[in-house]
């Protein structure tokens, strides 16, 4: 039995004993939860970062197709003879410039208007509208700040309203000069900041993250979310990122943030080549949110530790006889922090200054596949992961761990093992010689990182080069050709009928079939070719030319064709399209990366409106085609508000009763110097320009005012473009048009195609059914030759069905058509719905629609297309005439 006073001694000196060992623990702990906290502001900043360049990158090569045509447009104006700044308004301002300036807009989409003002800041010419509006942006930041710039850099406006149509705009201008160096004017691009949205949407998918487009000084030109609308302001923050700037802008910075006063930390990073900076933000909440969770536990752990050596050292003085009881009871809880440590996602080791392993946890060990030994060293647990292929493959890879570790300095590392996995290494000397590392896998933040990168530049669905690494490929090979005559060709293609397979089997078929279209390009194209898919259905190849020149792209494109005619398998299901190819040869038809693109999308329109499923070169008259057709798209703007266009009326007869029941509406076009244009040569472009819907309302208050005068038991037909239904108040137009012009709505009826169910099918079928309940009656036009019209009579309860003249014309020739018209026809009665036969030109042709069953005939038998005027519903002779 211990004496009482050597007891005493062992108490007390038991409790210096746990005094210094719980001082150890909680500044062990507490060490640890601070470099965990510090672990994590770093990653959270490193994955901002990472973030903020792939974005800056991005917005570089989008500013840089921009102010491209910027630096054409300035090096264009200093060819001209400007002697001085009054010059620039008779040198630039003609409509012949106007037409070039409007060209560029084809090439960069996210423009929508580019302006040149002159020396006073009054506009000069404007792509939005010619001739210009008296328009004087004087007092915008970006000419202010571009005709002071004599540095030859970009000017960047912070967002404003553009004064044309209202638009949330932000301009990128360059000051331009006369033949002395005077300034003479500015030119501008003016981009909607929608465009930025579109490209940094993809940073709401990490929650927190802010997103901050800032021109150099500071001022904020675009932010996303911004819902306090900072866009203008000077940046929270300002002296902590130009501080940033400094260093680099890699490591970071912390402010207090004014929409929520939260704090955040901040990455910042410039953008490539031009004056802006993106910085992207995340919450200190969020940063911290896992280091908090870890280090409640820890924190817990430790307080129980703490409370059960307490506990232990009160029993100790109690009752010496549960000395043993209580040593057992530490014991356990030393296991505890055991188990704290052991459960931490890193993996953590301490050495001693004899470089002695002296705190492990087993993620450490399974990390790189250890045995845990008493006294070992570093150099033995070197030489045990060198053994068992963990340790990095370079030679000089231990001397220089050593040497860090030597250097009693703190130090972060990153280690790419042997099979693939990345490890980031914190090191941290202690004051006793010693030091504690911590060791993360980073493998799956390295791969996101890689995917970033890779989605930068490649199609995540087919994965082919996008469409800025194919521009960079053609543009270094434009470059190569200047140097040595380096020739080669690009391939544009478009699929046929792809529109019609995503709209009725659904965007995930239709992404299969993308996915199949790009692995059968892989197969059909030669090494040191390069496929590229451009968007949607759009796809590009380039291919350097070789001996046979021309014949190989040739070739290449009939070998596609010839691929596209197999149909597709997807999923067992057999899926066929074609394809429409435009071809173009370097640098035989172009000297310029830009230029070439255009010209293969210009071979690809003509072998589209060719039929499609063919391919055609360039030729140097498919600009004229295109200047014209462009210049036929203003003439129609000026015509449908110089009220050129007119209605003809078909009739339309019933055939068993052998009279007139109504007419169709038909568009024509008197041009003042072309005469009068057929529907044929315009509605497509109307359709492509979205003209069709004020030409299209126009077209319905001019009929029903004509149709109001006829006999009360005549009906007219109006047909309607899918647009109608999307781009304006279809329901509201038809309801002021009725009661405008009296004409009864059981008189009106309005001819669809099946287009319109398959765009929007849900909204479309509602307005169609409001229509209905007008009393309005639906007919559905050109039937047989869609992709599922049988589908759409399920749909919808249509009035009446029009056979496409196509078969009417081939019935009496091709039996197969006969019995197409025969079936619609037999249709139509068993749904109890009338069937028009459109294109009737002949007698026999009446007969055999007759015999099909047909109740309406229409066509040139019975009367052609006549003005108001000359419209008589008298029974046609051919219908007194047929037996």
């Known amino acids: 039995m211990t004496d009482a006073p050597t007891f005493a001694i062992e108490l007390r000196r038991l409790w210096w004993a746990a005094i210094l060992l719980l001082g150890i623990s909680a500044g062990a702990v507490g060490w640890t939860i601070w470099q965990l906290r510090n672990d994590a502001i770093r990653a959270a900043i490193a994955d901002s970062g990472n973030i903020a360049t792939v974005l800056a990158g991005q917005l570089s ?34 409509k012949e410039f106007f037409e070039r300036l409007t060209s560029y807009l084809t090439r960069l989409p996210q423009i929508f208007n580019i302006v040149i003002v002159d020396a006073q800041g009054q506009m000069v010419v404007s792509t939005a509208t010619w001739p210009p509006p008296n328009i004087n942006v004087g007092d915008r930041d970006y000419f202010q700040d571009a005709r ?35 300034f003479a004017g500015v030119v501008f691009a003016s981009v909607n900041s929608k465009y930025f949205e579109d490209i940094y949407t993809s940073t709401q998918s990490i929650n927190s993250l802010i997103f901050t487009l800032v021109r150099q000084d500071g001022v904020i030109l675009y932010r996303l979310p911004d819902t306090l609308d900072f866009t203008g302001q000077k940046l929270a923050g300002e002296s902590e990122w130009l501080q940033s700037l400094k260093g680099g802008g890699r490591d970071g910075f912390r402010v207090f943030a004014r929409s929520d006063g939260n704090p955040r930390f901040v990455s910042s990073r410039k953008v490539p080549d031009y004056p802006l900076f993106v910085n992207i933000s995340v919450t200190e909440s969020t940063a911290l949110a896992g280091w908090l969770r870890r280090s409640v536990a820890i924190g817990l752990g430790s307080l129980a530790l703490l409370l059960c050596s307490l506990y232990l050292l009160t029993a100790v003085t109690r009752q010496i006889l549960r000395l043993s009881e209580s040593e057992s009871s530490l014991m356990q809880k030393s296991q505890q922090l055991d188990a704290a440590l052991n459960n931490m996602s890193q993996g953590l080791c301490m050495f001693d200054r004899e470089q002695r392993l002296v705190v492990h946890n087993k993620q450490y060990m399974e990390m790189y596949g250890l045995a845990p030994s ?72 390295k791969r996101a990182e890689a995917e970033l990168a890779y989605m930068a530049r490649y199609d995540t669905l087919t994965g082919l080069a996008n469409r800025a690494v194919f521009l960079e490929r053609v543009k270094e090979a434009v470059a190569r050709a200047r140097q040595g005559g380096e020739e080669f060709s690009i391939l544009m293609l478009d699929l046929d009928g792809f529109k019609a397979v995503n709209d009725s089997l659904g965007h995930a078929m239709g992404d299969r079939l993308l996915k199949a279209v790009a692995e059968r390009l892989r197969t059909l194209v030669a090494e040191g070719d390069q496929v590229a898919r451009l968007g949607g259905d759009e796809f590009a190849i380039f291919q350097p030319m070789d001996d046979r020149g021309r014949e190989r792209i040739s070739t290449l494109a009939s070998r596609i064709l010839e691929a596209f005619a197999e149909p597709f398998d997807l999923a067992g299901r057999k899926i066929s399209i074609g394809a429409s190819i435009g071809l173009t040869l370097a640098p035989a038809d172009a000297s310029e990366a830009d230029a070439l693109i255009r010209n293969a999308d210009l071979a690809l329109y003509k072998a589209k409106s060719e039929g499609r499923n063919r391919y055609r070169f360039f030729e140097t008259s498919m600009e004229a085609e295109s200047r014209d057709r462009r210049e036929l798209e203003q003439a129609m703007r000026k015509g449908i508000s110089m009220n050129e266009f007119e209605l003809r009326y078909q009739t339309i007869v019933d055939v068993a009763r052998k009279a007139c029941c109504g007419a169709e509406a038909l568009v024509r076009w008197r041009h003042p110097e072309r005469g009068l244009i057929p529907p044929d040569q315009f509605i497509a472009i109307a359709e492509e320009s979205g003209m069709i819907v004020p030409l299209g309302e126009w077209i319905l208050r001019q009929a029903c005012a004509d149709a109001a005068t006829w006999p009360p038991h005549l009906k007219l037909a109006v047909n309607l473009s899918p647009k109608q239904f999307t781009q304006c ?95 619609i026809a037999g249709l139509g009665r068993s749904l109890d719905i009338d069937t028009t036969g459109e294109g009737v030109e002949t007698a026999e042709q009446l007969t055999l629609l007759r015999n099909a069953g047909c109740q309406l005939a229409q066509g040139y038998l019975f009367s052609r297309p006549v003005p108001t005027s000359e419209l008589t519903f008298e029974p046609p002779e051919a219908l007194r005439k047929a037996a």
């Not at 030859?152 to 301009?171: A, E, F, H, M, Q």
């Not at 150099?379 to 890879?397: H, I, K, M, V, Y």
């Open 61 to 94: 090569r989008s500013l840089e197709s921009i102010d491209g045509v910027l630096l054409e447009l300035k090096s264009s104006s200093a060819k001209l003879p400007i002697e001085n700044p009054s010059e620039l308004r008779a040198a630039l301002g003609s």
């Open 148 to 182: 002071a710039r004599t540095d030859g850099k970009l000017s960047t406006s912070v967002p404003i309203n553009n004064r044309i149509d209202g638009t949330r705009t932000i301009v990128f201008a360059r000051r331009l000069d006369d033949a002395h160096g005077r």
């Open 374 to 445: 008493p006294g070992m060293t570093l150099n033995d647990l070197l030489a045990a992961r060198q053994a068992n292929g963990t340790l990095p493959q370079e030679t000089s890879f231990t001397l220089s761990r050593l040497e860090m570790v030597l250097g009693n300095e703190p130090y972060c590392a990153v280690d790419r093992l042997p099979d693939g996995r990345t490890v980031a290494i914190t090191h941290q000397p202690m004051s006793n010689g010693g030091w504690v590392a911590l060791h993360q896998d980073i493998t799956a933040q």
């Open 729 to 823: 108040d279809l329901l509201g137009i038809l309801e002021s048009t009725l009661e405008a012009t009296g004409l009864d709505p059981a008189r009106l009826e309005l001819e669809i195609t099946e287009t319109v169910l398959i765009e929007k099918n849900e909204e479309n079928l509602a307005i169609l059914h409001a229509l209905k309940n007008l009393g309005i009656s639906i007919v559905l036009d050109d039937f047989g030759i869609g992709y599922s019209s049988m589908r759409y009579l399920q749909d919808f309860p249509f009035d009446k069905i029009k056979i496409d003249k196509s078969f009417i014309q081939s019935m009496v020739s091709h039996a197969d058509s006969a019995a197409i018209v025969c079936a």
